[in-house]
């Protein structure tokens, strides 16, 4: 019995849990009443009824006890290595020993030591297992990382690196796996103590579900990377895969090679066959002037006739290209498009001008305004022929270079419009700070004319502001006649959407202009066309 209370504390410790502390406690005072009891025997001393004999039911109530305790859970110990393994083999080797020399037949006791050897090499054997079956089973159950119990319904894994992924149990919607990711984000965006520093992480999360997604659930890893690249690409903090963006991000690098070979192929295609760009076109969609109803100008929208994958539109195929680098060669390529068009249609007659859309890169480009110089001179056009139209989103990186270059533009002639006026988080900072020729009012407020009061304030502050500026206010995105006369009402100068015209090719444009040459002709248009 001692040796089982030393090998015991020596393998749980001395911080053990109490139902083992009163165990050995119990083991401990009935042997330490044995070895009183043995020498007071010895020396005829003992007395019945002395406190010796309070030992031994005193150690029993305490063995009772220590059955009767519910076990708690601890702090994880480290596995026990050979130290702590040598005081129990020790205690044994001993409580053997005596066993052995207080016989005095050796044959019987012989057998009986080697038997108990036999035994304990087995159960060494069996120590060995269990501990290995224990490791097995606490790795199934708690998360390697925290030492945390895994909840029984949901899963949650490292994936690599920085991202983790959570397996949701069954009955979960799009509704609460949004909900799930809301809360997640706000947990984990909560500031934390990091030594003397506080620190605050972003998370970005995306969700794909099945069977709503894919067909059997050992796809919705792939899907959820799928979705998180997107959703990186794109800024979004909460992203739902999107089989239809998951189609051209999986063939992005087919994509962006293809790309390639058709912005080094369109200028030997455009000097060959004039206007005709191959794969790259455009598209364009009329401005009305409200005051008149007379053609003020036209937007071109780039198109890619992608041999593949049919006709693209620019959300399309425009990331790929910011991605790879390539949207210097492509804005170039579409000014090309535009200017040309634009110069065909002014020898039959129809004065035009067109507007290109500029990303944050384009800015940045320090050979932008010496290409736009030599394509206007190619095509014998003046600098009001060509309006950029840049969002407020462009100027606030590298602010100061993308000004260099706005200003150098404004030098040549170009005009300037700021497109989806009223989304950006500076927009009047910006027109503090930029002399611009044109608002183009983001389509939000339009769609939301007819039945917000809100929206109606944001119209007509907007146009008093414009018109300030000395400005024309371009509507984007008028779809019916109440929502074209309510922008007339509030002093919209020019209105743009489905309610005039869709975008159309070139040659049904042409066919449409000349349907309105009358009104075309009478007053030439002072710009016009725009570039997306």
Known sequence: LLALAGGSLAIL???????????????????????????????????????IDACWPAAFLLIAVSSWLPSTIGPSRPKPGPVSLAPPIVCSVIALGVAILAYGEQLPVTLAALTLAAVAARCAVTFRDVSALAESHEQAMTDELTGLAVRPGDLLTRTGGDEFAILLADGVNLTTARAHAGTLMDALRAPFALGHITVQV????????????????RELLNLGEAAMNGAKATDHRIAVYDAVADLYSSNGAQLIEDLRTTLSTARRALSELGVSTGELTCHYQPKISAEDERVHSVEALVRWHHPTHGLLLPDQFLPAAERASLMGPLAARVLEIALAQIRSWRDQGITLTVAVNLSTTNLLDLGLVDTIDRLLHIHRLPADALILEITESTLTTDSQRSRNTVG??????????????????????????LSVDELKLDKVFVARLARDPRSIAIVRSTVALAHSLGADLVAEGVEDEATLHALRRYGCTITQGHVHSPPLPADELYAWLVSRTPQLTATPSREAGILD
């Open 13 to 51: 410790g001395w911080r053990t849990e109490w139902r083992w502390r009163l165990l050995i406690a119990g083991f401990a005072l009935w042997v330490l009443a044995d070895i009183i009891y043995l020498f007071k025997t010895a020396r005829g001393s003992y007395l019945e009824g002395s406190w």
């Open 202 to 217: 972003d998370v970005t999360i995306a969700i794909a579900l099945w069977p709503d997604h894919c067909a059997h659930p």
């Open 408 to 433: 150098a533009l404004r030098q040549l002639g170009i005009r300037l419009s700021l497109d989806d006026y009223g989304t950006g988080w500076s927009s009047l900072a910006r027109l503090q700070d």
